[in-house]
């Protein structure tokens, strides 16, 4: 049975830095799509950051600001955040496929952030970001 575990949120001024850490038990790492989600009161989830094997995938609103990386030696999934706005304040959710997730357009492909792609999902991690 795959577990993911979400942590590192916290409440924290603009313009700080947050890491999150996600924690995998019963998933192989490697090359399958994982991924970072957020929801914010009153909208749907939305796909914030994604990597399939060394390809990575940005929200346009993060672009610049966060990093999504894994260590498949310890099976945990990051996302590194800074300069941090009140709008990314939102539950954050990890969530891993069973194999790679890409869209392709443009002769290019993307690691997917489309929610329909993911397999598995964390029970999130808050980040309340305050001006």
């Known amino acids: 049975q795959v577990q993911l575990v979400e942590s590192g949120g916290g409440s924290v001024q603009a313009g700080e830095s947050l890491r999150l850490s996600c924690v995998a038990s019963?998933?192989?790492?490697?090359?399958?799509?994982m991924g970072w989600f957020r929801q914010a009161p009153g909208t749907e989830r939305e796909g914030v950051a994604s990597?399939?094997?060394?390809?990575?995938s940005y929200a346009d609103s993060v672009k610049g600001r966060f990093t999504i990386s894994r260590d498949n030696s310890k099976n945990i999934l990051y996302l590194q955040m800074n300069s941090l706005k009140p709008e990314d304040t939102a539950m954050y959710y990890c969530?891993?496929?069973?194999?790679?997730?890409?869209?392709?357009?443009?002769?290019?492909?993307?690691?997917?952030?489309?929610?329909?792609?993911?397999?598995?999902w964390g029970q999130g991690t808050q980040v309340t970001v305050s001006s």
């Open positions: 969530a891993a496929a069973d194999g790679l997730r890409t869209n392709c357009r443009g002769g290019q492909c993307f690691s997917s952030l489309k929610e329909i792609d993911f397999d598995h």
């Open positions: 990597i399939t094997g060394g390809s990575t």
């Open positions: 019963g998933y192989t790492f490697g090359r399958s799509s």
